[in-house]
Every structure is written in C-alpha cells, then in structure tokens.
C-alpha cells in the first residue's frame, strides 16, 4: 500500500496542515531511501489533534522513492474513559459493522517497554523505536535482534514488539529481562492482524515471548486496574478484531502506574528547581519518597546539585561580606566617617565578589536573599532534559 492511500491525504496538504505544523514528525534514514512518519508533541499536548492522519502516524515506514509502506506498526489507541465517544462504553451502539458485537475482547498485559518495529532492508532485519531509527532504543533493539538468526515471518506482515530492557526502564522493574517481546504481526496491505494462535504459532517458531493474556472482561479489567495497591505493573490491553481492517484496541492502566507516569512524564530539572526555589516541598518529598527507587535517584541527585549550588553562592556571599566589613569597620577606626552604601558597592563589586553582589546588597537591604541566590543557581538546569522523554523513545 501506498503511504497516501493509506493517509487518505495529498502530499501537499499533509506538509502543510500536519508536518508544518507540528502535528507529526518527519524522520529520514541516515542510510537507505525510507521515511518515518510519527504524532508530534502538537498532537500529543494540543486539544482535539487526533484524526484519522495523526493516529496512523505512529512509526509507519516507507520507501521515499516508491511511497511503498514496508513497515506498520499500531496505530494510536487510547485509554479507557479517554473522553472521546470510541473510549467510553457507554456510547457504543450495536450495529453489523460493530467490533463490539463481540462482547468479550482479548486482554493481554500492557507491557512497559516500548514500542520496536521490524522492517527489513536489502535482506536484513532492523528494529525502528516509535519515532526514531537511530534512537538509542532503536540501537539496542536492533543489536539483540541480530545477535542471533534472521527472524521468519509471512510475508506482507510487520512483526510489532515491545522493548524490554533495564537500560530502558519507565516504571515497572522487569529486573534482567532483555528481550523483543512479540506483541503482533500487522498486514501491511489492511491492517488485519493474525489471530492469537498463528501469533503464538510464530512466536514459539522465532523463540520468542507473548503478553499474559488473562481470561477477563473488559469490565473485569477495569475493575482490577482501580486496585491502588497493585504495583509494578502497568494493566491491560483490550483487543477486538475486526476482518480485513485493523483491530480496536483500548488501554486500561492501573492508578499506581498512572501516578508514576505521570510523575515521570513531567518531572523535569526544571520542576526540581521551582520546588526549591519556591519553597513548595510537598511534591518534591512525593518525588523522592513515594516513586520508584530510580526515579528517586534522578530526583536526589539534582536536589544535592542545585543545594550544592546554592550553598556554595551562599557561602562566597557570607565570606565576602564579612570581609568587606572588616575592612570598611578598620577605615571606620581610623577616619571616625560612617561608610555610605557607595563605599560598600566599591568593595562588593570587586571583580572577585561581584556575581554575588545582589545577594550581599539584599542581605543588607533586609531583602529576600533567597530567592536572588535561587536565582543565581538556574544556570545549572539550562539545557537539561526530562529523564525519560516519553515523546522521543
């Protein structure tokens, strides 16, 4: 299938209304003449970005000189309850066409890896992350797959997988694990995926693994997921098929895991240095003792660094106060002048004292030398990136 076909758009109208905008992200190979379409941040943060383009741009990949799609990966599904029509049971209408007359879905575990989608290029496999081909997920992915033999699969179907590996841990611990979990394999053509035996028949060929699936109901699911004392897992992935076309699916997490993503989602240095800054600690002691343990290692170690930083202006600032002060109490000894805030600003803007100057003059102001300290120590966080940047896996 063409990627136009598929879009069910004009290449003029996709550049200008969905890439120029920010909508989907454009990735070309460093090497071969293959593109990757993926939802950008546009789309992800925005209000009522998803359609039917933005939610089948998610690591789709084609060739850049013959449109040819060789790799489809899922498209965007959602949680249960979203707020959109298609995620709330309550507005599904039986029809012939419903995928829901089947009143019971496949439930597989919702694994926490991420996503890794095989194509293949002169004869040789490789593994693209959602968004990236050289992404260092993509890398590591690609390296455990050609680690051993080819993988065999029909032809005309993508293998979709999950990443599972320590070096790329979100918030479940899956210890030692390292593998390429197989989660499906997508007709490229329609996007009708092969049911769950030939899925099995195939994985147990490669030697690889499947999800648990679990003999529930959706509505079992969701009942499970409110459990708030099930940790280190994510929840559940409901699948109904539907002949010739791709399945539906929805996503059904459990409130711990919610909790933690989205911690981590929005935890940034940036966030660890308001907390301080403003004096506002309750989410900070959430951060550090209510996360996983090596969420608490990324948040600890900016805590020292920025409280590092901010003793060490305070402490220049003390001692070259007390310095100038000595030195401005001897003149006073000799001349019997009180000295005047011009021969204070003499002294404290002496090249070796002079970054610190705003906070000598707001401790003797009487000011909030705090918040100019907190300010001095901003420069640290510059450039720096969420830990986990869920957008560029």
Same mark, same amino acid.
């Given at each position: 299938?063409?990627?136009?076909?598929?879009?069910?758009?004009?290449?003029?109208?996709?550049?200008?209304?969905?890439?120029?905008?920010?909508?989907?992200?454009?990735?070309?190979?460093?090497?071969?003449?293959?593109?990757?379409?993926?939802?950008?941040?546009?789309?992800?943060?925005?209000?009522?970005?998803?359609?039917?383009?933005?939610?089948?741009?998610?690591? =789709?990949?084609?060739?850049?000189?013959?449109? &040819?799609?060789?790799?489809?990966?899922?498209?965007?599904?959602? *949680? @249960? #309850? $979203?707020?959109?029509?298609?995620?709330?049971?309550?507005?599904?209408?039986?029809?012939?066409?419903?995928?829901?007359?089947?009143?019971?879905?496949?439930?597989?575990?919702?694994?926490?890896?991420?996503?890794?989608?095989?194509?293949?290029?002169?004869?040789?496999?490789?593994?693209?992350?959602?968004?990236?081909?050289?992404?260092?997920?993509?890398?590591?992915?690609?390296?455990?797959?050609?680690?051993?033999?080819?993988?065999?699969?029909?032809?005309?179907?993508?293998?979709?997988?999950?990443?599972?590996?320590?070096?790329?841990?979100?918030?479940?611990?899956?210890?030692?694990?390292?593998?390429? =979990?197989?989660?499906?394999?997508?007709?490229? &053509?329609?996007?009708?995926?092969?049911?769950?035996?030939?899925? *099995? @028949? #195939? $994985?147990?060929?490669?030697?690889?693994?499947?999800?648990?699936?679990?003999?529930?109901?959706?509505?079992?699911?969701?009942?499970?997921?409110?459990?708030?004392?099930?940790?280190?897992?994510?929840?559940?992935?409901?699948?109904?098929?539907?002949?010739?076309?791709?399945?539906?699916?929805?996503?059904?997490?459990?409130?711990?895991?919610?909790?933690?993503?989205?911690?981590?989602?929005?935890?940034?240095?940036?966030?660890?240095?308001?907390?301080?800054?403003?004096?506002?600690?309750?989410?900070?002691?959430?951060?550090?003792?209510?996360?996983?343990?090596?969420?608490?290692?990324?948040?600890?170690?900016?805590?020292?660094?920025?409280?590092?930083?901010?003793?060490?202006?305070?402490?220049?600032?003390?001692?070259?106060?007390?310095?100038?002060?000595?030195?401005?109490?001897?003149?006073?000894?000799?001349?019997?002048?009180?000295?005047?805030?011009?021969?204070?600003?003499?002294?404290?803007?002496?090249?070796?004292?002079?970054?610190?100057?705003?906070?000598?003059?707001?401790?003797?102001?009487?000011?909030?030398?705090?918040?100019?300290?907190?300010?001095?120590?901003?420069?640290?966080?510059?450039?720096?990136?969420?830990?986990?940047?869920?957008?560029?896996?």
């Amino acid at each position: 299938m063409k990627i136009w076909t598929y879009l069910l758009i004009t290449p003029e109208r996709f550049q200008t209304e969905y890439v120029d905008t920010g909508l989907v992200d454009v990735s070309d190979h460093d090497e071969f003449p293959l593109r990757m379409l993926s939802y950008g941040r546009e789309c992800v943060h925005g209000e009522g970005k998803w359609d039917a383009v933005t939610t089948r741009c998610r690591g =789709v990949i084609y060739r850049t000189d013959t449109e &040819e799609i060789i790799a489809r990966p899922f498209e965007k599904f959602f *949680n @249960l #309850w $979203a707020g959109m029509p298609e995620t709330d049971p309550s507005t599904w209408e039986p029809s012939k066409d419903s995928w829901w007359q089947t009143p019971t879905p496949e439930v597989w575990e919702k694994m926490d890896g991420f996503l890794a989608t095989l194509y293949e290029w002169e004869g040789k496999q490789y593994i693209a992350s959602k968004g990236s081909f050289d992404s260092p997920h993509a890398k590591w992915a690609t390296a455990w797959l050609q680690k051993g033999p080819p993988l065999k699969f029909p032809a005309g179907y993508t293998p979709v997988f999950e990443g599972i590996s320590p070096n790329f841990r979100i918030i479940v611990d899956y210890e030692k694990r390292e593998e390429l =979990v197989l989660l499906a394999l997508v007709n490229n &053509e329609t996007g009708e995926e092969l049911n769950r035996e030939s899925l *099995n @028949l #195939w $994985a147990n060929k490669n030697d690889l693994s499947l999800p648990v699936e679990f003999d529930y109901t959706w509505q079992q699911a969701a009942e499970k997921s409110n459990d708030e004392e099930r940790k280190n897992f994510e929840g559940y992935v409901l699948v109904w098929r539907r002949p010739g076309t791709t399945p539906f699916r929805l996503k059904v997490k459990y409130a711990d895991y919610l909790r933690l993503h989205r911690m981590i989602a929005h935890v940034s240095p940036k966030a660890i240095y308001n907390c301080l800054a403003e004096g506002t600690r309750d989410d900070l002691q959430e951060w550090l003792n209510e996360s996983t343990p090596w969420f608490n290692k990324y948040v600890a170690k900016w805590v020292r660094a920025l409280e590092y930083r901010y003793n060490e202006i305070e402490h220049k600032a003390d001692a070259a106060f007390s310095v100038y002060q000595g030195v401005l109490n001897k003149q006073y000894e000799q001349t019997k002048i009180l000295p005047m805030r011009k021969d204070w600003a003499m002294l404290i803007n002496r090249p070796e004292s002079k970054d610190v100057a705003g906070v000598i003059f707001a401790k003797m102001d009487g000011k909030d030398h705090k918040r100019v300290i907190w300010k001095l120590c901003k420069p640290l966080i510059k450039n720096s990136h969420l830990m986990v940047d869920l957008n560029r896996i």
